[in-house]
């Protein structure tokens, strides 16, 4: 059976409302001041990191960028920690010292949480790099936008992973803009996917807004991967709904633009297959999304509530010189 | 006791650790089938193969990005830099990812790292290959960074950094690499702590601080003082950071006179840190203000006239010194 035949659709919609939901109060949170820096929403792309989530092991590795609220929470980060972090206090995924772009999860696997666009590329690699040493059978997903593929980072990470045969996923997210610059001003290629190829690593195209076809796509990449390691790249349609980070208006793009692809919102979508299936009720998904509305508020009032590292601490996260909490 | 190379010691110590923990890999250019650009890996490929002695394309940011990565998950990797003026191109992995990794996670990740090679100034490679990068490197919080200056300290610094849990940085001496001096027989265990200078020489009238290429230039001055009746101590800080500033104190606090001889360029240079803590410090101890010897502020010339003119060397150290001895 396939590891993503194991998770339960509706339980996977559940989580992409829980994104939609926690995203949509961070704006809230962050307009109130109560979160700082930059904050960089995942909403619209839902079902990329669910769908790619879907389809791997618990024990599986996972690094993003620093659009990674969604990415923890798919990994099983709390909500409450995820907001935590967000107000910057101790209760934070990364005890508030890395913020909105850093998140971090040991216990569940994922690696953070990266801020300089494509320089946790080779991180990832690296991660992959550790499993075919060891002789483990992990597979490393790692996220990046496509603002990354024009770093040389990225380049000679692909280089190596190719070159030494690793067992990793590199999911481009591309959601049309890096920042505000579309990828047809940053990227010249015709389609981004054929990045791969120049390092002769196999390349597919998926619907980023359906989670079934990323899900079973990132099975199947997994699965062969697994049998003998190699990295594969994959391309991700998608779009987000927001402006590149909470500061943005996206001046850039079309109202119209916008609404198109909000027809084609990945929770709805989800929902209509279930739906149809006979598999969800209306009366059942209002419950699932009230129960995502929930959870946040608590996350909210929970983050509102904890305490902030004391000043003297922070000098304890310099240097690691002992025992791992 | 034994005599042997600064590159031997290197390479024994490399061995060692690869031996006593199957974590720990060499990863580098030119590192395995070429036993390494300046031939510290000499005989490693054969005796512990591709697994673990790893050649790399020329991608320095690629590789020591991966090294961190690594690192992140439990392995012990020695990233060697061809030459730390390369390392340059790393520079965000180096200063960006490895030292800001564990507080940024809030303790959940260390990287356990080891960045190595050659650095400063060798001879006639001009601007771009000349650099001495310590004064980057330990400006940086969550970085370690060392500079041996004898074979002993290279290979007992070396085995320590593989074995640190945080991100270290040993910086080579490139004209060391062929000097000799007496190591512990390979049975001994040599381990030297990182943040423990050594008094390579006792003196009574001027303290000499300095460290790597220009400890071997300090005492070559200091036994030329010598017949001046000018007694010199050469404090060799084997490590920048973390610094050994109270054997620096205790010195100058003996001979109430300092000079700093250090492969860097002057502003922000390491003696400009060391000057400030002295003066911070023990001010009162001074007999004299404290004068630096570095690199002068230019990129490296080629011409060999023009390099030698612009590099600390024995007469800028000697004047220097008889200027606080007011000889």
């Known amino acids: 059976m396939q590891p993503g035949e194991q998770r339960d659709e509706v339980e996977m919609l559940s989580l992409m409302l829980l994104i939609r939901r926690f995203e949509e109060r961070a704006s809230q949170q962050y307009q109130a001041q109560k979160i700082g820096g930059f904050c960089h929403l995942y909403i619209g792309q839902e079902a990329v990191v669910t769908g790619a989530l879907a389809a791997v092991r618990d024990d599986d590795y996972v690094i993003t960028a620093y659009r990674d609220h969604a990415h923890a929470l798919a990994r099983g980060t709390s909500a409450d920690a995820c907001m935590a972090e967000l107000f910057g206090k101790e209760t934070g995924c990364s005890r508030g010292l890395g913020g909105s772009m850093h998140f971090f999860d040991r216990k569940n696997h994922m690696y953070g949480g990266h801020a300089i666009v494509g320089a946790h590329v080779p991180l990832a690699v690296g991660m992959a790099f550790a499993i075919k040493y060891r002789g483990e059978d992990r597979v490393t997903l790692c996220f990046f936008g496509d603002g990354a593929i024009n770093q040389g980072s990225f380049h000679e990470a692909l280089n190596l992973a190719a070159l030494y045969k690793l067992p990793i996923v590199f999911i481009c997210e591309n959601n049309l803009f890096a920042m505000g610059t579309s990828v047809k001003r940053s990227t010249s290629l015709k389609q981004i996917v054929d990045r791969a190829e120049g390092y002769d690593i196999p390349g597919e195209i998926v619907d980023g807004m359906n989670f079934r076809e990323v899900r079973d796509k990132v099975a199947e990449i997994v699965d062969s991967i697994r049998k003998e390691a190699h990295p594969a790249f994959l391309e991700v349609r998608t779009y987000r709904y927001r402006g590149h980070s909470m500061s943005d208006p996206a001046s850039y793009r079309t109202k119209q633009e916008l609404e198109k692809y909000r027809l084609d919102d990945p929770i709805t979508r989800l929902r209509a297959q279930l739906t149809r299936e006979g598999k969800l009720t209306n009366e059942q998904f209002d419950m699932l999304d009230k129960r995502a509305k929930e959870t946040v508020l608590a996350a909210v009032k929970f983050a509102e509530k904890s305490p902030e590292m004391p000043v003297e601490q922070v000098y304890d996260y310099v240097y690691f010189n002992g025992a791992k909490e | ?327």
């Open chain 2, 1 to 327: 006791m034994r005599e042997i190379t600064y590159r031997q010691a290197l390479n024994e110590a490399l061995a060692e650790e690869l031996e006593r923990d199957p974590n720990v890999f060499l990863m580098g250019e030119e590192v395995a089938e070429y036993h390494g650009a300046y031939k510290v890996s000499q005989g490693l490929l054969e005796r512990f193969g591709p697994r673990r002695i790893i050649d790399t394309p020329i991608s320095e940011n690629g590789f020591a990005g991966l090294g961190i990565g690594a690192a992140m998950v439990g392995l012990r990797p020695i990233i060697e830099f061809m030459t730390f003026s390369f390392s340059l191109v790393a520079f965000d992995q180096v200063v960006n990812n490895a030292p800001n990794m564990f507080l940024m996670s809030g303790g959940q990740f260390n990287v356990p790292i080891t960045f190595r090679g050659p650095n400063g100034p060798a001879h006639q490679l001009a601007a771009t290959h000349s650099h001495a990068t310590e004064n980057f490197y330990a400006s940086v919080p969550g970085l370690k960074v060392c500079a041996p200056a004898t074979p002993s300290d290279a290979k007992g610094l070396l085995k320590t950094a593989v074995r640190d849990d945080n991100p270290v940085l040993v910086l080579e001496a490139e004209l060391l690499y062929s000097s000799k001096g007496m190591v512990e027989p390979p049975d001994e265990e040599l381990l030297i702590p990182l943040g423990k200078a050594d008094v390579k020489r006792e003196g009574t009238d001027v303290s000499i601080i300095c460290y790597a290429q220009t400890v071997p230039l300090a005492l070559k001055v200091a036994a030329q003082l010598e017949e001046e009746n000018i007694s010199a101590e050469i404090v060799d800080l084997r490590s920048i950071k973390p610094l050994d500033e109270q054997t620096v104190f205790d010195s100058v606090a003996k001979t109430h006179r300092v000079v700093i001889v250090e492969q860097d360029h002057p502003f922000c240079g390491v003696g400009a840190e060391i000057c400030y803590r002295i003066q911070k410090n023990i001010f009162d101890a001074l007999d004299a203000q404290i004068l630096r010897v570095s690199q002068e502020d230019v990129p490296m010339p080629y011409n060999e006239r023009l390099e030698k003119a612009v590099l600390p060397n024995a007469d800028k150290l000697v004047t220097a010194v008889k200027q606080v001895c007011y000889a």
